[in-house]
């Protein structure tokens, strides 16, 4: 994977191994997004192999150092493209990444699938 780029302040992680009857939902989602992202400098976009949430394919998520990691699920290529640039774009600027729940896309208040806090707080010791 390449080293990220210091001027990003998000890195949006799209499950390419998500599929359906339809054929590759993750890789045509990505690439999708690949286009639609190329003139954003503040936000990386990356494939990932499986984010283990196979039952609410497409699922994405949302990183970046020292900020909540979001993981959201039923995405489509269709339907979602400008709803995950805009959560991509209202993450970017949150300083924890934590954007309110009012301010996110419809599909990023109903299909999250789980929030992860930053490793530095992980790996800080209980006094």
């Known amino acids: 994977?390449?080293?990220?780029?210091p001027t990003t302040?998000?890195?949006l992680l799209v499950c390419v191994t998500c599929k359906s009857d339809e054929g590759p939902l993750g890789a045509n989602l990505f690439a999708a997004l690949a286009?639609?992202?190329a003139a954003e400098p503040?936000?990386?976009?990356?494939?990932i192999e499986c984010l283990s949430v196979c039952k609410r394919p497409c699922t994405v998520a949302l990183a970046a150092a020292g900020k909540w990691?979001?993981?959201?699920g039923d995405l489509t290529r269709g339907a979602h493209?400008?709803?995950?640039?805009?959560?991509?774009?209202?993450?970017a600027a949150a300083p924890a990444g934590i954007v309110p729940w009012r301010e996110?896309?419809?599909?990023?208040?109903?299909?999250?699938?789980?929030?992860?806090?930053p490793l530095a707080l992980v790996a800080t010791p209980l006094v």
Do not use: C, H, N, W
């Open 35 to 37: 286009e639609r992202l």
């Open 42 to 47: 503040d936000i990386a976009l990356r494939p």
């Open 1 to 5: 994977m390449p080293a990220e780029d």
């Open 9 to 11: 302040t998000a890195t």
């Open 81 to 91: 493209v400008e709803d995950i640039v805009t959560a991509a774009r209202r993450y």
């Open 104 to 117: 996110r896309p419809l599909p990023f208040r109903k299909g999250v699938v789980s929030r992860t806090p």
């Open 69 to 72: 990691t979001y993981v959201v």
